[in-house]
C-alpha cells in the first residue's frame, strides 16, 4: 500500500505547482457564472444557450451508449420525438382529458405528459433494444435508422398527432405556481436537468455499473466472464439514452409551444451523433461540447452559406459532413482530450486515492464471500469433450479433472487445441459433445457469467483490459459479482460504502499481485507481462475456486516469472484448483502437479512431469516440431 500512496502523492503533487483549479472547481464556477449571467443575457443568447442545453441531453445519452458502450444509434432523435408528442398530446386532446376524467388541473397535464412519454418510451426503447442490440458490426446502426425512419414517418401520418402539420397550443410548464412561458424560465429548467442528467450518469460511471458499461466496449467475452450481464446492460443502456432523449423532447414541446415532425427525422438524429461523435468516447462534459459547437456552427452556417452561394438549402449539411472528416482524422479520439490536454495547465487531474481520501468515510461493507473448497474435491471436470469446426476436429474426447489445491497444466504444440478447450470449460463456447461440470453443476449451454458466478476466474490468451482505466479499475471489475448496488444506487451515489470496499478489495489483489506501485496507472502503459498479471490480480478479485490462466508467463521476465511461480504456489496452497495453458515448459515443469498433452485435438499424455517428459509419445510431438528446445530446456 505504501508505494500506492507515494505514487499517488508524487500524482498530486507535480501538476500542483502549475495548476490552478480542479475539474470540479472549474465545473462549479462555470455553472455559476452561467447562472449569475442567466438573468442578464439577451433573449436570443437565452434562447441559444436553451437549445444548446436541450441537444446536449439527448447527446449526453448518445455519449454513453456510443462513446462508453459502444453501440451506435442513428434514431435518437425518434426518441425526443415521442417525449415531445406524449406531452402535446396529452396537454391538447380532448380525447386524452376525457379519458382523465376532465377534471385534471391543467398545471399538472404536462406532467402527464412527461409521465406518458417516460413509460412509452422505456417500453419501445427495451422491445427495440432486445431486438436490435442483438446484432453486430454495422448491422446495429443500420436497424437504427430503419427504425428512426419508421418512427419518424408514424409520428408524421397519425391523425390524432395532426399530421405533417403536429400540435399547436401546448401549454407552458408551471412549477410551483410559477408559469415557465418563456425560454428564459424554462432555460433554467433546462439547464438543471442537464446538469443533474450529466451529474447522475458521472456516477454512474464512476461506479461498479459503470466498469461493467465501460466493459461493453471492448468486447462482451470479457464482461461476461466477469460475470456482467452483457445483453441486459446494452438494453440497459439504450433505455437510459433513449429516456434522456424523451425528457429533452418533453422540454422541447414545453419551449417551442407546438410539435411536428421535421426536427425528429433522421438528419436530426445524424446531428446529433455528430455531437456525441465531437466529445471523445466517454467524456459527459463533451456532450455539451459538441451540442454548443453545433448549434452555434448551425445557426452561423445557415445565415452565412445561402448568402455565400446565392441559394438557399441546407448547405450545414455538406459542411458538417466535412468537418466530421477533418475532426475524425485530426481528432481521432474527439475534441474533448485534446481541450483538456490544453486546459491540463490551469486544471489540476485528481489522483483517485487522494479523493478516496477525501471522502468521508463511509461505514464498512462486506463484499460477497466464498468458502474454497477442501483439498482435493473436484472442481471442474470434462467427460469426452469434443469439438467440431465443420470438418475439423478440434479437440477429441478430451477427459480431465481439475482439483482444489492443485496446478493442472495443459500442453501441447500450436494449434493442438489448448485454446478450444480453454473455451468450453470457461462458458465461451459449448462442446458438439461431451459434458463439462463446474462445482458439481452441469455446464451444458450455460454463458461464461454463469461459471463466473460459480466461482471460476480466467485470464485471456490476448489480454482483455480496460486500456484508458487504472489498475485499479480494472481489477475491481473482477469483483463485480461480489456486491450489489444496482444503476440506480449509484446514479445517486449511494453505493459508496460498497465501492469503496470493492476498490479496498482490488488494491488488496493488486498488492498480493505484486503491482501495488501502479494501482493508479491506467493499464495500457503497463508492459504486457505486467498486463498479464493485471488479468491474474482482476480473476483473484472475484475469490475464486477455479482459476483458468492462458499463457501468464507470455511476456514476463526472469524474475517476473519467479514472482508468478511464487504467487501461483500460494494460491494452490490455499486451496485454489488452477489449470494453466503455457508455453513456457520450465515454467510449467517446475510448478505443475499434473500435466495433460495434448496433439492434434486429442490427449496424448497425462500424468506428473516427471512422467509426462518421460513419455514417448510427448518427446516426439514436441521434438518432431518446433517447439522442441521448449522441452529440451525444461529438461
Ligand atoms: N472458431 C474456429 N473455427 C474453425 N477452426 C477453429 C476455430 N477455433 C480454432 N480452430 C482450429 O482448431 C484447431 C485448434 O486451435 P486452438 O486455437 O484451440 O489451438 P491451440 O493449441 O490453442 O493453439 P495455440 O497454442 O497456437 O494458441 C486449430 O486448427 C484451429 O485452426
Known amino acids: 500500500m505504501n508505494n500506492t500512496s507515494s505514487s499517488n502523492t508524487a500524482a498530486s503533487a507535480a501538476p500542483a505547482g502549475r495548476a490552478l483549479i480542479t475539474p470540479r472547481q472549474l465545473t462549479l464556477a462555470l455553472v455559476a457564472a452561467l447562472a449569475l449571467a442567466w438573468g442578464f443575457l439577451p433573449e436570443f443568447t437565452v434562447s441559444v444557450l436553451s437549445n444548446i442545453g436541450l441537444y446536449a441531453l439527448v447527446a449526453a445519452g448518445l455519449v454513453m451508449l456510443t462513446g462508453v458502450g459502444g453501440m451506435t444509434s442513428f434514431g435518437q432523435a425518434a426518441f425526443v420525438g415521442m417525449g415531445a408528442y406524449a406531452t402535446a398530446w396529452i396537454c391538447t386532446s380532448p380525447t386524452a382529458a376525457a379519458w382523465m376524467g376532465g377534471a385534471v388541473n391543467p398545471a399538472l397535464l404536462p406532467w402527464a405528459g412527461l409521465l406518458l412519454g417516460l413509460v412509452f418510451t422505456f417500453a419501445l426503447a427495451w422491445a427495440l433494444g432486445a431486438v436490435t442490440l442483438k446484432l453486430q458490426g454495422h448491422y446495429l446502426p443500420l436497424c437504427t435508422i430503419a427504425w428512426g425512419l419508421s418512427l419518424y414517418y408514424l409520428l408524421g401520418n397519425m391523425d390524432f398527432l395532426g399530421g405533417q402539420t403536429g400540435i399547436t397550443g401546448v401549454p407552458p410548464l408551471v412549477v410551483a405556481g410559477y408559469s415557465l412561458a418563456t425560454p428564459r424560465a424554462l432555460g433554467v429548467v433546462i439547464w438543471a436537468v442537464l446538469l443533474l442528467a450529466l451529474w447522475a450518469m458521472h456516477n454512474l460511471l464512476d461506479s461498479r455499473e459503470g466498469r461493467a458499461i465501460r466493459a461493453l466496449k471492448g468486447g462482451r467475452l470479457m464482461a461476461e466472464s466477469m460475470g456482467v450481464d452483457t445483453a441486459r446492460h446494452r438494453v440497459k443502456l439504450f433505455v437510459l439514452a433513449a429516456l434522456l432523449a ?159 489445491g492443485e496446478i493442472h497444466a495443459l500442453i501441447g504444440p500450436n494449434g493442438a487445441g489448448k485454446s478450444t478447450f480453454f473455451n468450453m470449460v470457461s462458458g465461451v463456447d459449448d462442446p458438439s459433445s461431451g459434458e463439462v461440470r463446474l462445482a458439481g453443476q452441469p455446464m451444458t449451454a450455460k454463458p461464461s457469467r454463469v461459471f463466473a458466478a460459480l466461482g471460476l476466474g480466467r485470464t485471456f490468451q490476448h489480454v482483455r483490459l480496460l486500456g484508458a482505466r487504472s489498475v485499479a479499475e480494472n481489477v475491481a471489475l473482477g469483483a463485480h459479482l461480489r456486491a450489489r448496488r444496482g444503476w440506480l444506487a449509484a446514479m445517486l451515489r449511494l453505493d459508496r460504502a460498497e465501492e469503496a470496499a470493492l476498490m479496498a478489495e482490488a488494491r488488496r489483489q493488486i498488492e498480493r499481485c505484486g503491482l501495488g506501485a501502479h494501482a493508479d496507472t491506467p493499464a495500457a502503459s503497463l508492459s504486457l507481462g505486467q498486463q498479464r498479471v493485471v488479468e491474474i490480480a482482476r480473476a483473484l478479485a472475484g475469490q475464486p475456486s477455479v482459476l483458468l490462466l492462458d499463457e501468464p508467463a507470455a511476456g514476463l521476465r526472469h524474475l517476473e516469472k519467479r514472482a508468478l511461480s511464487v504467487l501461483l504456489s500460494q494460491l494452490r496452497a490455499e486451496g485454489l484448483g488452477i489449470l494453466v495453458v503455457e508455453h513456457d515448459m520450465e515454467f510449467v515443469m517446475n510448478l505443475a502437479d499434473r500435466i495433460t498433452v495434448l496433439e492434434f485435438g486429442t490427449v496424448i499424455a497425462t500424468g506428473t512431469p516427471a512422467e509426462v517428459q518421460a513419455n514417448p509419445r510427448v518427446l516426439e510431438a514436441y521434438l518432431g516440431g518446433a517447439d522442441d528446445e521448449l522441452l529440451g530446456d525444461a529438461r
Open 246 to 404: 424523451a425528457v429533452s423532447g418533453w422540454l422541447y414541446a414545453h419551449l417551442q409551444r407546438f410539435v411536428n415532425p421535421t426536427p425528429f427525422n433522421l438528419s436530426i438524429g445524424i446531428e446529433l451523433l455528430f455531437m456525441a461523435v465531437g466529445r471523445g468516447a466517454g467524456h459527459l462534459w463533451g456532450a455539451v461540447l459538441g451540442a454548443a459547437l453545433i448549434t452555434l456552427l448551425k445557426e452561423k452556417l445557415q445565415d452565412v452559406l445561402p448568402s455565400l452561394l446565392g441559394s438557399s438549402g441546407n448547405f450545414e449539411v455538406i459542411v458538417f459532413g466535412l468537418l466530421m472528416l477533418f475532426v475524425l482524422q485530426r481528432f481521432a479520439d474527439g475534441l474533448w482530450p485534446t481541450l483538456a490536454r490544453i486546459a491540463g495547465r490551469w486544471v489540476r487531474p485528481h489522483a483517485a486515492a487522494a479523493t478516496d481520501a477525501a471522502r468521508p468515510a463511509a461505514p464498512p461493507v462486506q463484499l460477497a464471500h466464498r468458502d474454497l473448497p477442501a483439498r482435493g474435491e473436484v472442481l471442474l471436470q470434462a467427460t469426452k469433450v469434443s469439438k467440431r469446426f465443420g470438418g475439423l476436429v478440434a479437440n477429441n474426447d478430451i477427459s480431465m479433472t481439475l482439483k482444489a
